[in-house]
């Protein structure tokens, strides 16, 4: 029970980091929450619960394919944030990433990269 509560900890501080860095630093908040901090945590956390080398192998390689199309989002959200309001934008922005990863599953899928079942 204590390891649950510390990868809790540690992943909820890297959370509280990020806001509490964006708060006084737009570039160094964005810079932060850029870095895979929470998928190395990841990476770390599997392999001290001694997952095979595969498991974490394929969670970073799969990390990589879901990332990319979230990329969209960011450009659009500064995009419609001034003319949606927040909600409407996070909301925009929700359904822009999942219009974005069904394309770019679909499209990376004749490749031999299933992303989706």
């Given at each position: 029970?204590?390891?649950?509560?510390?990868?809790?900890?540690?992943?909820?501080?890297?959370?509280?980091?990020?806001?509490?860095?964006?708060k006084r630093s737009d570039r160094l908040g964005g810079?932060?929450?850029?870095?895979?901090?929470?998928?190395?945590?990841?990476?770390?956390w599997l392999y001290l619960e001694h997952q095979p080398?595969?498991?974490?192998?394929?969670?970073?390689?799969?990390?990589?394919?879901?990332?990319?199309?979230?990329?969209?989002?960011?450009?659009?959200?500064?995009?419609?944030?001034?003319?949606?309001?927040?909600?409407?934008?996070?909301?925009?922005?929700?359904?822009?990433?999942?219009?974005?990863?069904?394309?770019?599953?679909?499209?990376?899928?004749?490749?031999?990269?299933?992303?989706?079942?």
């Amino acid at each position: 029970m204590g390891w649950i509560i510390c990868k809790y900890l540690l992943t909820a501080a890297v959370v509280v980091i990020v806001s509490e860095a964006a708060k006084r630093s737009d570039r160094l908040g964005g810079f932060i929450a850029a870095l895979p901090l929470v998928t190395v945590l990841t990476l770390v956390w599997l392999y001290l619960e001694h997952q095979p080398p595969a498991k974490i192998a394929n969670h970073a390689w799969y990390t990589f394919w879901y990332v990319l199309p979230t990329l969209p989002m960011f450009l659009a959200f500064p995009l419609l944030l001034p003319r949606l309001g927040f909600w409407l934008t996070l909301l925009a922005c929700v359904a822009i990433t999942a219009a974005c990863f069904g394309l770019f599953a679909l499209a990376v899928r004749q490749f031999g990269i299933v992303l989706l079942p």
